[in-house]
């Protein structure tokens, strides 16, 4: 308990100095989010026709709708899914006045000297909440860490929350780090630490179901966790009365948002924002997937692996899990999969795989604890041979995340094939590369290091994981 909670301390200060750099938090998608959580906040309805004209406080008071919201019945109506700003309600409710209140009593001298005003101090307080769910990321992170096995669990948890890209959207009003804790602690309760009872099934149900209601492109992650209670239910780790109330509460969630997408665009699944785009030839499909998943892990850019080296690791460092907790690793890797396969596909995901206006692996950020296991499996109990590398990694890592820390706004690049820090600019771009070139090193890179597993660990000993 008292490592979880100076954890959390520690996230929370680190998040908060970097918040303190000039960053380009509150452009992109983030002040649309925080939109429709002040309508539902304020107005209790997704009309955004007065919202836009009198949140002042949201964008600095210039934000307009652009694509971000549309007229549909007579109505403004918002684009993006709905599940973070309906969490964000009870926040907004208090910030929002808080932020009023504090800009119209504190001294102008003040607020000059700290570079505030009423829309920054909305948002820092937001932030702040971003950052604490981030921190309980961390926590969950450091309980599944502490079971599987190994040296040092805490620091390796730390680690994680510190790096890209967790650390770079840490502070960020996205949907990704609320998915990444729902889907975390479900993951844990359907693997290290079973459900029981059918209350926490139908609890653990809903969370997954609302993930979907958080973004429709979380319907892999959804259809991923159904999977592993399934593979629980098989390998008798729940019962399947628990799995039925599991499903029974996902199915709750996708009525709810089929439901909400039915009342606001008179449609059943698909919106102005998630549609289906064309399927296009075999070959053509084969590319641009080829593309995505090489370009998510090394272009220079928008890569995971350009601004965390570390997650070379994840790949070995699974196959090494698989050794010592089976069903843990099997769960992970089926998430992974079942998240990554609707991003890849060009025509469910129509758009594309850099996240837009955002840092680097944005789109990676709900799977990168699963990630983390391979990494802390295979760096926690390196050898001789893997010792030197995991080193290396760690030291690289930490001067990354101490000149992103330092300077925040290298997070964001322009996507135009130009590296927005000095030691990416080796990286190829996959904004124009060649998709049969790109696969073929993608491929290349991952089989090597997975060949290599067997070499960089000790045997790991017994995790008290059922295998």
């Known amino acids: 308990m008292r490592q979880t909670r100076l954890l959390a301390a520690l996230v929370i200060l680190a998040v908060w100095g970097l918040m303190t750099h000039g960053t380009y938090a509150g452009t992109g998608d983030e002040p649309h989010y925080l939109m429709i959580a002040h309508s539902l906040a304020f107005d209790g309805d997704l009309d955004l026709t007065n919202d836009y004209r009198e949140a002042t406080l949201i964008g600095g008071g210039a934000l307009q709708p652009e694509h971000h919201a549309i007229p549909h019945d007579g109505r403004l109506r918002p684009v993006h899914d709905i599940g973070m700003p309906l969490l964000f309600v009870p926040v907004l409710r208090v910030a929002y006045p808080v932020a009023r209140v504090l800009a119209d009593r504190l001294p102008a001298s003040v607020l000059r000297a700290a570079r505030l005003n009423a829309s920054l101090l909305l948002r820092h307080q937001i932030s702040l909440v971003m950052a604490l769910l981030t921190a309980l990321l961390a926590r969950e992170l450091l309980l599944v860490l502490t079971t599987i096995g190994g ?24 949907t990704e780090i609320p998915t990444a804790l729902g889907a975390f602690i479900v993951l844990r309760r359907l693997t290290v630490t079973p459900i029981a009872g059918w209350r926490a099934a139908v609890a653990c149900g809903v969370v997954t179901g609302f993930l979907w ?91 995971l692996l350009a601004y965390a080296p570390i997650y070379v690791l994840a790949g070995p460092g699974l196959i090494v899990l698989w ?20 991003i890849l596909l060009p025509m469910i995901n129509v758009h594309g795989w850099t996240g837009g206006w955002a840092p680097a692996a944005r789109f990676l950020v709900p799977i990168a604890p699963l990630f983390w296991l391979g990494v802390f499996a295979v760096a926690s109990r390196a050898n001789a041979i893997g010792r030197p590398l995991v080193t290396a990694l760690v030291a690289a890592q930490i001067a990354i995340d101490a ?38 090193l993608g491929v290349c890179v991952m089989l090597a290091l997975c060949a290599f597993a067997d070499r960089l660990a000790r045997p790991a000993a017994r995790s008290g994981l059922k295998p």
Not at 216 to 234: I, Y
Not at 241 to 258: E, P
């Open 151 to 174: 040296k040092h669990p805490f620091g390796w948890a730390l680690l994680f929350a510190l790096c890209p890209p967790i650390l770079s959207h840490a502070y960020l009003f996205f």
């Open 323 to 342: 050794r010592s907790a089976r069903g843990l690793a099997a769960a992970a890797a089926t998430v992974i999969a079942c998240y990554l396969l609707p």
């Open 213 to 303: 209601l958080i973004h429709v492109r979380n319907v892999g992650l959804v259809g991923g966790l159904v999977l592993v209670a399934a593979m629980a239910v098989r390998e008798r780790r729940i019962s399947v009365q628990v799995f039925g109330a599991f499903i029974a509460g996902v199915l709750a969630m996708l009525a709810a948002r089929t439901l909400v997408t039915y009342v606001v665009w008179s449609r059943l699944v698909t919106t102005p924002h998630a549609a289906i785009g064309g399927a296009g030839s075999v070959a053509a499909v084969v590319r641009e997937m080829s593309v995505r998943a090489t370009g998510l892990l090394f272009d220079r850019e928008y890569g």
């Open 403 to 440: 000149y992103v820390w330092q300077f925040p706004k290298t997070l964001w690049s322009d996507g135009d094939g130009v590296s927005s820090v000095p030691w990416t600019a080796w990286l190829p771009s996959w904004t124009d590369a060649d998709p049969w070139l790109s696969f073929a």
